[in-house]
């Protein structure tokens, strides 16, 4: 992120810390905030898929996750705590808003009914046991001369 100087910050000049430091509270990011959006984290072992998802500030009645033959989707909201006042805010970064990340898995080869999700300190845990392999039957097939 490129960061640039600009002077649009009213400041109290009797301010120890505006005397001292000026420049710290003069700085803004150049690019716009962008809306939340959670980290994921995906490991596949043979028997299952393991999903991490940082969800920090996330309640998680906030979220909802659904499941369907071919996709997990994580949606859910970060809710921004609102203050009377702003005095005293020199700048925000943090993000929040509704949120959707949907991650693409092969059609059927999860077992739905055995998945499971735990929320502690901010990390959802989502984990995918994989259907047991079908045992591949072999055909052999007979090609026929055209004619």
Not at 47 to 65: A, K, M, Q, S, Y
Not at 68 to 96: H, M, N, P, Q, W
């Amino acid at each position: 992120m490129s960061l640039m100087i600009r002077r649009t910050i009213p400041v109290n000049k009797n301010d120890l810390f505006t005397r001292l430091l000026p420049s710290v509270w003069e700085v803004e990011a150049a690019t716009e905030r962008k809306p939340f959006l959670p980290a994921i984290d995906v490991h596949e072992t043979q028997e299952r898929f393991t999903i991490t998802v940082e969800l920090p500030g996330i309640d998680e009645n906030d979220v909802e996750l659904t499941l369907t033959k071919d996709a997990l989707t994580i949606s859910g909201e970060k809710k921004e705590v609102v203050t009377d006042s702003k005095e005293g805010i020199y700048r925000k970064e943090r993000t929040f808003g509704k949120f959707s990340r949907t991650l693409h898995i092969a059609e059927y080869c999860v077992d739905a009914e055995k998945a499971e999700a735990q929320f502690a300190n901010g990390l959802l845990t989502i984990v995918l046991p994989k259907l047991v392999e079908q045992t591949a039957q072999v055909r052999k097939i007979e090609i026929k001369k055209q004619g």
